[in-house]
């Protein structure tokens, strides 16, 4: 085999589960989260019972998200939100209000969210190296990433954020990973996809001509994995991400 030094590349990262480990992501942590918000905007003064109104969204929330992983289109939790409360009749709402609630949702869930060790570190290096570095995220919220980045302090490390809630497709959509390339002026050959799920990070960058990086260690036990498609590198310890684009082999 011919082992190459690898030149300064874009490196694209995923977030949860790749740069931050969860605690609780399960359905129970998206029912008190509802809770969140419904409480929050029952505060405002609007007369709705909270129970009622944090049900009903959590029935709209799971049945979007089965059909976003179908579909891979994102719609904002804004716009979710406000189909729940349409079903209760309130409808033009001050824009001011819905995110109250939202930002009660997301203050719930970003509690549960950790900064994985050796992180800040590790981009630090990268950096230093001459890498550019980039987040492709598939999150509702926009604010619920850039508030995640900016409470682990990972703001500064990344040059383009993208964010499935601003560009309207979730990885692995082709449209996600078409205006993360574009927004940071590169070609597909010189990047490489860093995330922990198998079918948005690893089958996406593959399908555009990037290497691709698995990050395994709080990956999901029960993904779809597909056997006619390969990460360049499986990566339990993502420290050790250095080493491993130090040397690529071919």
Same mark, same amino acid.
């Given at each position: 085999m011919e082992i190459i030094f690898l030149k300064p590349m874009t490196l694209f990262f995923d977030l949860g589960n790749t740069l931050l480990?969860?605690?609780?992501?399960?359905?129970?942590?998206?029912k008190i989260a509802c809770?969140?918000?419904a409480a929050a905007f029952a505060?405002?003064?609007?007369?709705?019972?909270?129970n009622d109104l944090a049900a009903a969204h959590y029935h709209n929330l799971t049945r979007y998200y089965a059909i976003r992983d179908g579909d891979h289109i994102e719609h904002s939790a804004e716009q979710i939100f406000i189909q729940t409360l349409e079903e209760f009749g309130f409808t033009d709402l001050p824009a001011k209000d819905i995110h109250a609630a939202i930002q009660a949702f997301y203050a719930y869930t970003q509690s549960?969210?950790?900064?994985?060790?050796?992180?800040?570190?590790?981009?630090?290096?990268?950096?230093?190296?001459?890498?550019?570095l980039g987040l492709i995220s598939n999150a509702s919220s926009i604010q619920d990433v850039l508030t995640q980045l900016q409470s682990h302090r990972l703001s500064?490390?990344?040059?383009?954020?993208?964010?499935?809630?601003a560009i309207g497709f979730r990885k692995p959509r082709r449209e996600?990973?078409?205006?993360?390339?574009?927004?940071?002026? #590169?070609?597909? $050959? %010189? @990047? #490489?996809?860093? $995330? %922990? @799920?198998?079918?948005?990070?690893?089958?996406?960058?593959?399908?555009?001509?990037?290497r691709a990086v698995w990050a395994t260690r709080y990956a999901k036990t029960d993904q779809v994995i597909l056997p006619d498609v390969h990460a360049d590198f499986l990566l339990d310890d993502i420290t050790l991400l250095e080493?491993?684009?130090?040397?690529?082999?071919?």
């Open positions: 480990y969860s605690l609780d992501p399960g359905d129970e942590n998206i809770v969140h918000a505060e405002l003064g609007y007369l709705i019972r909270p549960n969210w950790y900064l994985i060790d050796g992180v800040p570190e590790l981009l630090g290096k990268l950096r230093q190296k001459g890498h550019t500064d490390f990344f040059t383009s954020v993208n964010i499935s809630a996600i990973f078409e205006a993360a390339l574009k927004n940071a002026g #590169v070609e597909a $050959g %010189d @990047t #490489v996809m860093i $995330g %922990d @799920t198998f079918i948005a990070d690893i089958l996406g960058a593959k399908r555009m001509g990037m080493e491993v684009l130090d040397l690529m082999i071919r």
